[in-house]
Structure formats: C-alpha cells, structure tokens
C-alpha cells in the first residue's frame, strides 16, 4: 500500500536528508511525495537482514521507533478502524488460546506474501488445533 500526498506550498521537512537522513528536506508547491508501507516494513535497518522473511518471533526482539511500524498509517489521518480492527484479532485470539491447548502448522509450502490492501498468505492457512 502507498500512500500518496501533494505539497500545496512550500515547505521544509524536518528530518529525511542529507547523507544520515537528519537533515531538513525543502519540498515545492505541487510536489508529489509517496511512502510504501511495504517497503518500510521490510528495511533491514530496522527488522534484520531477514527483513523479508515471515518470522513472527522477530517481535520477541525488535521493538521499532515511533514511525518506523504504521500498518494503519499514522498521525490525524491514520486508520479510523485501527482500534476496532485490534480489538477484533485481540478477542478472536484469545478465544483461540481458551479453547484450543496448541496449534501448530500443517502447511508444507513455504509461506509466500500475497499483498493488496494488506498482506496475507498466499496459499491460506493450514493448521491444527487441539481441543482442551
């Protein structure tokens, strides 16, 4: 996903130049600034050079900066679902883990990122539950 924004004046950014990016960045009226959310999420500066590999326990360690994680964007403009949307895979997991007492992988096939709106496996989710 991109998000995509239009300088209707000029402007100074405060930080993003010079050869450590910490310098200001002067943009003109009319210019055409894009991030990737993908490709920022994928910076091995931040998650490791595994950075594109599916690795959930990269949580466990990698704790990014203000900025440097924004799945529903950020900022007065972020995701008005955001809170809804966590609030669903909060109650739909822990529902999961009081009823079923391990879950493991049944999917042979190397996970593959199938993205769009969001991201997602592209060949589904093959798993194992055992009941409590």
């Given amino acids: 996903m991109k998000l995509f924004r239009v300088a209707l004046a000029d402007t100074k950014l405060p930080l993003g130049g010079g050869p450590n990016g910490t310098s200001p960045v002067y943009v003109r009226a ?77 999917d042979e096939r190397e996970w593959t990122g199938h993205v769009q709106m969001t991201s997602k496996s592209a060949h589904g989710c093959k798993v194992s539950l055992t009941q409590k």
């Fill in 30 to 106: 009319g210019t055409v600034l894009a991030t990737s959310f993908y490709t920022l999420h994928r910076l091995p500066s931040i998650w490791g050079s595994d950075a594109a590999e599916f690795k959930p326990e990269r949580w466990y360690t990698v704790k990014p900066k203000p900025w440097e994680y924004v799945p529903f964007g950020g900022g007065p403009r972020a995701c008005v679902g955001q809170q809804k949307a966590l609030m669903e895979a909060s109650y739909v997991i822990v529902r999961v883990l009081q009823e079923y007492s391990n879950i493991e992988s049944r």
